[in-house]
C-alpha cells in the first residue's frame, strides 16, 4: 500500500489562491449595476425597448454568472481547509498513538 504525501505549503497557497478569486469574483459581480435603463437612452428607435431588454438581461446574467462562481469557489476552499485539518488530526492521532506505545 502506497502511503500518501501531503505538501501543506502548497494546499494552503491553493485555498488563500481559491479565497482570493472568490473574493475577485464576488467584487465583479456585485459591480454590475442591478438597475433598469430606460429605453428612451437609445433614443425613439422602435427597437429601443427591445435594446434595453437585452442590456437588462445581460447584466442580470453576469451577475448571476459571477455570483455562481464566487459560490464555487468558496466551497472549492472549505474543502481545501477540510482537507488540511483531516491530514492534520491524522497525523496528530499517529503522533498520539507512538507515544502511548
Known amino acids: 500500500m502506497a502511503v500518501a504525501k501531503f505538501n501543506s505549503e502548497a494546499?494552503?497557497?491553493c485555498r488563500t489562491t481559491v479565497s482570493s478569486q472568490a473574493g475577485q469574483f464576488g467584487a465583479i459581480g456585485d459591480g454590475?449595476?442591478?438597475q433598469h435603463g430606460n429605453p428612451d437612452i437609445f433614443g425613439k428607435l422602435g427597437a429601443s425597448g427591445a435594446i434595453?431588454?437585452?442590456v437588462n438581461a445581460m447584466d442580470?446574467?453576469?451577475a448571476q454568472?459571477?455570483?455562481?462562481?464566487?459560490?464555487?469557489l468558496r466551497k472549492v476552499e472549505s474543502a481545501l481547509d477540510a482537507i488540511q485539518s483531516n491530514?492534520?488530526?491524522v497525523e496528530d492521532a499517529n503522533r498520539t498513538s507512538f507515544r502511548a506505545v
Open 11 to 13: 494546499m494552503e497557497q
Open 32 to 34: 454590475f449595476s442591478n
Open 52 to 54: 434595453s431588454g437585452a
Open 60 to 62: 442580470q446574467a453576469g
Open 65 to 72: 454568472e459571477f455570483e455562481a462562481a464566487e459560490k464555487v
Open 87 to 89: 491530514v492534520a488530526d
